[in-house]
């Protein structure tokens, strides 16, 4: 089956706490992306990747970090999170930037205090 | 570089009733459109896109969306919902990238 995955679904942590969350796609898209979804502002991007070691900044990149070492895998990094960067962040893939569909991970619900 | 309105953010209807959800978008060329779904806890996914063609696109469970050139508009349009609908509907535009609009909500009321 065609997907994206996410883990984990939900994590709650501290202030100053390292974390990453990871995202896997099966479908063998070069194009990935991470972006947070805030009430109110809809899908901001936060990273996203053309390919293999490649990697540019989205709107929002501040407090974030990500790699691409393999096809299938865009981790994003949070060094020293904090509490405004509690939001829902979800994952996506697809056959490139424009025109093309993304597929979506479920998602993961980060809390921040 | 493109950009999304959604004019509403939240849309109640009575299941049966018509609905539309509106959306706006700026482009300096041609572009992709796609609405997306999002049901409570759930990612995102397809639900219609615009690449070329015809203007009127439809997707399987009845929703339908007009490309308007001339008005920059590509709205979603369903002739009667069902309480299943409740959601949150995105619209997209891609240019050189993916940007999304803030969402808008429906409830499907019994």
């Known amino acids: 089956e065609a997907q994206v995955t996410q883990n984990p679904r939900y994590l709650i942590t501290v202030t100053g706490k390292k974390l990453t969350v990871t995202c896997s796609q099966n479908?063998?898209?070069?194009?990935m992306s991470w972006y947070r979804q805030d009430p109110g502002l809809g899908l901001r991007q936060i990273y996203y990747s053309m390919n293999v070691e490649v990697t540019d900044k989205g709107d929002v990149p501040e407090g974030y970090k990500v790699s691409r070492k393999e096809k299938r895998n865009f981790p994003l990094i949070l060094e020293s999170p904090s509490p405004n960067q509690t939001s829902l962040y979800f994952c996506?893939?697809?056959?490139?930037?424009?025109?093309?569909?993304?597929?979506f991970g479920p998602g993961t619900r980060l809390t921040v205090t | 570089a493109q950009s999304v309105t959604q004019l509403d953010s939240q849309v109640p209807v009575f299941e049966e009733a018509p609905v539309e959800l509106r959306c706006n978008y700026s482009?300096?060329?041609?572009?992709?459109l796609f609405w997306y779904v999002q049901y409570p806890n759930q990612g995102l996914q397809l639900l219609l896109k615009y690449l070329s063609g015809s203007t009127l696109v439809e997707s399987i469970n009845g929703f339908e969306a007009e490309f308007n050139k001339s008005q920059t508009s590509f709205h979603l349009r369903k002739p009667s919902v069902h309480i299943s609908d409740t959601a949150e509907y995105f619209c997209a535009v891609s240019e050189d990238d993916m940007r999304f609009g803030a969402g808008t909500r429906l409830t499907v009321k019994p």
């Open positions: 479908m063998n898209h070069e194009y």
């Open positions: 996506a893939s697809s056959g490139g930037p424009s025109g093309y569909e993304q597929y």
């Open positions: 482009s300096s060329v041609s572009v992709y």
